[in-house]
């Protein structure tokens, strides 16, 4: 049932042998034991380590470096001051982002502050910037003081480089403290990201045809943790911050033979807890869900169920691309024990009802464009690449829009749009959330409508695959500024 990730052999041997499992393995082939590290499951869960604002700021500098440790891999990877993922960020509405940008890679970079409701001004939340190798870059994001409470993250925008840079481990939690009091004893942030390692003990680069299906690694990782072991005491429930940082997975995150109690999605609270057997998340969305531990003590699995996002058409289905719906794999493991200590539920009501904004002041049509089997299309928006010095969408500022998001190809696509929150008006499965990433069905469509208001200035909206980011299916908008409207 649950997906092993794939090694060759010789890897597999090595793995076993460091890890100390399969003893006889070791034994009988005379491999050293204990050799280095390699990805062993049942590692202690540990958040993140945090950095916090003081007095409204938070403030330092963060490093994006290389020889980061991965699955309990040494130097496997790339992070943030040393560890994947990086410092959780936690601050509140109201506070300021003022941290200087370290580029510790040999690749550029850049940094974004994925959901936030931040203003994308130069030296901000710019994702049109570069920060050279060897650059260090400041960096001034002010959160509103209306500024929802919840989970979002920090990741590089540096169009070219994010899918190589986030799958190496390049990602961290950013949470805006607050909100209602959930009655949970715990708050666990769980940064899931997936890659795959070499034999060299190093992430491996993708191949052409994962850059067309976006890349999917062998390792899915919590925290940088295969498979961690999370404390748990019968009732004595915890809040879980899940965020999908991968690269390109859609999964449902489910709790074997228990619900999950979903509280927020993608940094909005809902209306009310909805108890699920299962919380879908395409990459870049994310899902706070309240946990409550059985009342016998045991073992219960986190569960991520790979969702089919399709293949290129005509050229032999999902075969190409390889994006099988395979799972579920096992992301940690909830271990439970001692006597019963029972918190209260969460509250019955969490947040006013989501209204779409409207009725619109404009209405447009975005088609998402990729390749199709045996066509020549590149990955687009409305059949052009990226262009960052092109205005594709011109918006005035304060105006609603409803725009009609249609994918005619065979592979689906995480529509993201920055700065301005979207809420779907139809689509199957929709929830009435408000979200920063929706999912657009492959042959399908989705009806959004987005208020442009709180900011101003010119941004992207992309596909958070983010091989097809990288490879154009992004575009730019502009609310206010120079020229029209
Ligand atoms: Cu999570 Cu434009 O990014
Ligand atoms: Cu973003
Ligand atoms: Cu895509």
Do not use: K
């Not at 699955?71 to 560890?83: E, I, K, N, R, S």
């Not at 403290?177 to 060299?200: I, R, Y």
């Not at 929150?421 to 920063?436: E, F, H, N, Q």
């Amino acid at each position: 049932m649950t997906r092993q990730p794939r090694f060759s052999r010789r890897h597999l041997l090595g793995l076993a042998a460091a890890a100390g499992v399969a003893g006889g393995v070791a034994a009988c082939t005379g491999l050293p034991r204990p050799g280095p590290a390699g990805p062993a499951a049942g590692a202690p869960f540990a958040d993140p380590p945090e950095r916090r604002a003081r007095g409204g700021l938070l403030t330092g500098t963060l490093t994006a470096g290389t020889g980061v440790d991965l699955a309990g891999v040494a130097g496997a990877g790339l992070g943030y001051d040393g560890t994947s993922p990086g410092p959780t960020l936690r601050l509140r509405p109201g506070d300021e982002i003022a941290l200087h940008l370290h580029n510790g890679l040999d690749t550029p970079t850049n940094l974004h502050t994925h959901g936030l409701r931040v203003p994308p001004d130069p030296g901000g939340d710019d994702p049109f910037r570069t920060v050279a190798p060897g650059e260090t870059a400041d960096y001034r994001i002010r959160v509103p003081r209306d500024h929802p409470a919840g989970t979002f993250w920090y990741h590089p925008h540096h169009h070219g480089t994010v899918a190589d840079q986030v799958f190496a481990g390049l990602v961290g939690a950013l949470v805006v403290e607050g909100g209602p009091d959930l009655g949970t004893a715990e708050d666990h942030v769980l940064v899931v990201t997936d890659t795959t390692l070499g034999d060299d003990g190093r992430v491996a680069a993708a191949g052409p045809m994962d850059r067309v299906a976006g890349r999917e690694g062998e390792l899915v990782l919590v925290n940088g943790l295969y498979r961690p072991v999370l404390a748990g005491i019968p009732q004595r429930s915890q809040r879980w911050r899940l965020v999908n940082a991968t690269c390109s997975r859609v999964f449902d995150v489910s709790l074997d033979g228990q619900d999950l109690v979903h509280v927020a999605t993608d940094g909005v609270f809902l209306p009310r807890p909805v108890a699920r057997d299962r919380v879908r998340l395409a990459p870049g969305n994310r899902a706070d869900v309240v946990v409550r531990p059985p009342d016998v003590p045991g073992d219960v699995d986190l569960l991520a169920a790979d969702v089919d996002r399709g293949g290129m058409g005509g050229m032999g289905g999902t075969g190409m691309g390889g994006t099988t719906g395979t799972g579920p794999v096992v992301l940690a493991t909830l271990r439970v024990t001692g006597a019963a200590a029972p918190t209260p539920p969460p509250p019955a009501v969490l947040s006013a009802p989501v209204v779409p904004p409207g009725p619109p002041d404009r209405t447009r049509v975005l088609t998402l464009t990729a390749p199709m089997g045996g066509g020549g299309m590149g990955f687009g928006i409305d059949g052009r690449g990226f262009d960052p010095a092109r205005d594709d969408l011109v918006v005035a500022p304060g105006t609603v829009e409803e725009w009609v998001v249609e994918n005619p190809g065979t592979m689906l696509h995480p529509l993201h749009l920055h700065t301005w929150p979207m809420t779907v008006l139809d689509a199957a499965g929709s929830d009435g959330a408000v979200r920063d990433v929706v999912t657009v069905p492959a042959g399908g469509r989705v009806v959004l409508r987005v208020a442009f208001t709180g900011a101003t200035g010119r941004t992207v909206l992309h596909c958070h695959v983010l091989d097809h980011e990288d490879a154009g299916m992004m575009a730019t908008v502009r609310v206010g500024g120079a020229g029209t409207p």
